[in-house]
Each structure stands twice: as structure tokens, then as C-alpha cells.
């Protein structure tokens, strides 16, 4: 896949500041044991920060397990954390569970799921599911506006004509026509940030590439900050002007999508590249030099000591089992935590279990 001409080098480019903001969340889910047992958690997330900004795409890269969604699912307030800030136009925000907290905060972020067809509920038609959100945040007054603005997003998300859509129902849609709805949907509230989590992985191929181009076209259009979820590097490479990467609740690199893609540092991103199809790499027959997969990302409820990656990975050291690394900068925006290139630059605290959550 060929990268997106809004994804481009902004090194001497004053970025604009964060819309949304999360610093070091971290997220346990407890687990029932036995009776008189140890309590036991799963350690979903420790020690993830996300800057979202206006007009620009974050894509968070890595495979099933890896801690992506939770991370998402936080920024979109179905999940607390368990300790970490989330901040919204530089503010701390207030982790109420109130209705009328949770609604003032969702005006401004929608999350858009992975499946369109379990994301819609099937008892009622695409009209119902455009026109709750409009009139449930003041957008839309009356029958005849309603109708007007469901039509207008139906437009906008490219389902026309809009009129033979309104009254059909999520199950005579195609996939990619009920993920349109479903972007629709997160649109009617007027966000700020859209979170997307694998918003292609469940359609066909064939129409991956207009739903991306889609949602870039939003993004440029409307300066919406985006956070991308993928396990697709390639497509965070199209989409994403920054990429993270993450393994088993830690983000081990990141920085500019095309330095992660020409320069990955961190082994576990190598190996991610390694697993992307590459015609060029099958004609020259690099495959030999490959980095090979030791084994397969580990329980997050006894989840290794360290760097998680370390029992994977093939440069290990011992003092990967001791304490996960800092970060290290290695300009242009590109980081990593890897002890390949250094212990980090971050103040010592980086590396405390607090900050790492462990126990």
C-alpha cells in the first residue's frame, strides 16, 4: 500500500497542541481466583501515553492481545483507569461516572467499533441511529431538520442516494455500507476526536481502501484528531501521520509513520514488518534474513518481569528481565524503549514499578 499524500514529513512544522491527551494510563482488569488464593488482575495497559491532535492521525500498532483497544476504550470513557491522566485541551478531566459527565465528554469523543454489523442495533432503521444522537445533544429540532441532517451525514459518508438509505435496516446493508452508517453515527455529534478501532478488519479487501479514504478525507477536511487502531502496519503507514507500536500493554516505539516503517529500532516492530506482505522483499529473496518469532505474546496476568518482548526476543540481555527500559530519543520525534539504544533518557522514575505497573 502506497503512502497517503497526507501523511508527510512536518519535522520543522510547529505542531499544534493536543486535543486529547492520555499520560502514563495504566489498566488491571481483576480476576476471580480461588477462594483463599492470591488476588489476581490482568495487566491490559501500563504506562501509555497518547497525544491526539487537530488535523492529524495516531495510528497504535500491534497484534491481538496487545493492549490496543483497552487503551481506546479509556480514551472513550467506557473503561477507567487505573491510575494515569487523561487530559482534554490540556485539562485533567474528572473520571465521574455520572451521565451528564459522560455525556459532555462524548460530545466531544466518539469511538467507531471494530464490527458495524454488533455496533447497530438491528430492531431499528439508519434514521433511528442518526437522528438519537443529533437530538440527544441538542444538534437537530423537529421532524423535518432531523430528517434534513440524517440525509446530510448520509451524503457526507458517501451513501447516496441518501433518501433509499434512511429507512432501511442495518441487516440489508453491506459491511462496508453499515460502517458508513456507523461513522455517520459518531459524526451527528459534531467530535472533535474520532477513535477508530480496526475500522476496516472486518470487510472485504475490496473496500478497505475507500472506508480509509473516508475517514482521511474527514480528518483533513473537518482537522479531526484520529487515533487509528490496527494490526495492520501497512495501512497505519497510509492513514497515520505517528505511529505507536505496542506488545502485550507496553509501547515499545514510536514517532513519524514513515521512520517506523524505513527505520524500525525496536525488535518487536522489526518483526511486524517482517510479517507484512512485501512483494519487493519476496523477489529478492530477503526472506532468510527475517526476524523469526520465538514463541507468542505472553499471559497478561503473570505477564514476564521487564521488558515484555524480552522472552521473544533475540538481542535480549539479562537486564531486560530486570526493569523495562526508558525511553530513548533518537530525533525527528522517534523514540523507543529499548536497551539496544541506551537505558533512556527519562528520569529514573520511568523505570519504577509504579510506572511500569507492576507488582
Not at 497518547?50 to 467506557?78: F, H, Y
Not at 455496533?119 to 445533544?137: C, D, E, G, K, T
Not at 516492530?269 to 518469532?293: F, H, N
Request: with cysteine; charged share 20%; aromatic share 6%.
Amino acid at each position: 500500500m502506497s503512502t497517503s499524500p497526507s501523511v508527510e514529513n512536518q519535522t520543522n512544522v510547529e505542531l499544534p497542541a493536543p486535543v486529547l491527551e492520555a499520560v502514563h494510563l495504566r489498566k488491571e482488569f481483576p480476576v476471580r481466583g480461588k477462594m483463599f488464593g492470591p488476588s489476581l488482575a490482568v495487566h491490559a495497559v501500563e504506562d501509555a501515553t497518547v497525544a491526539l491532535r487537530p488535523g492529524r492521525a495516531t495510528a497504535l500498532v500491534g497484534e491481538s492481545g496487545s493492549g490496543k483497544t483497552t487503551v481506546a476504550r479509556m480514551l472513550a470513557r467506557i473503561y477507567n483507569p487505573t491510575s494515569g491522566t487523561i487530559k482534554f485541551r490540556g485539562e485533567p478531566i474528572a473520571l465521574s461516572k455520572s451521565t451528564s459527565a459522560l455525556r459532555a465528554y462524548r460530545r466531544h469523543v466518539q469511538l467507531i467499533f471494530q464490527d458495524p454489523f454488533s455496533s447497530l442495533n438491528p430492531v431499528h432503521n439508519i434514521r433511528y441511529h442518526l437522528a438519537r444522537p443529533l437530538q440527544i445533544f441538542g444538534h437537530a429540532r423537529g421532524e423535518r431538520e432531523v430528517t434534513e441532517q440524517v440525509l446530510a451525514l448520509l451524503r457526507r459518508v458517501s451513501l447516496s442516494p441518501a433518501e433509499q438509505f434512511i429507512e432501511k435496516y442495518p441487516h440489508q446493508l453491506s459491511g462496508g455500507q453499515r460502517q458508513r452508517v456507523a461513522i455517520a453515527r459518531a459524526l451527528a455529534v459534531q467530535p472533535e476526536v474520532l477513535l477508530a478501532d480496526e475500522p476496516v478488519s472486518m470487510l472485504d479487501v475490496s473496500i478497505r481502501l475507500d472506508i480509509l479514504n473516508l475517514l482521511l478525507r474527514l480528518k483533513d477536511e473537518e482537522k479531526l484528531a484520529f487515533l487509528f487502531i490496527t494490526h495492520d502496519i501497512a495501512s497505519a503507514r497510509y492513514f497515520a501521520e505517528d505511529t505507536l507500536v505496542m506488545y502485550a500493554g507496553q509501547t515499545v516505539e514510536g514517532g513519524p509513520s514513515d521512520e517506523i516503517i524505513q527505520e524500525p529500532k525496536h525488535p518487536y516492530t522489526q518483526l511486524l514488518l517482517s510479517a507484512a506482505p512485501d512483494p519487493d522483499r519476496i523477489q529478492s529473496g530477503a526472506g532468510s534474513k527475517e526476524l523469526t518469532a520465538r514463541g507468542e505474546i505472553p499471559s497478561l496476568i503473570t505477564p514476564p518481569t521487564g521488558c515484555r518482548f524480552h522472552p521473544r526476543c533475540p538481542h535480549a540481555m539479562p537486564v531486560c528481565k530486570e526493569r523495562f527500559p526508558g525511553r530513548t530519543n533518537l530525533g525527528n520525534g522517534h523514540w523507543t524503549n529499548c536497551y539496544l539504544y541506551g537505558a533512556g533518557d527519562e528520569s529514573p522514575e520511568a523505570n519504577t514499578p509504579a510506572a511500569q505497573g507492576a507488582d
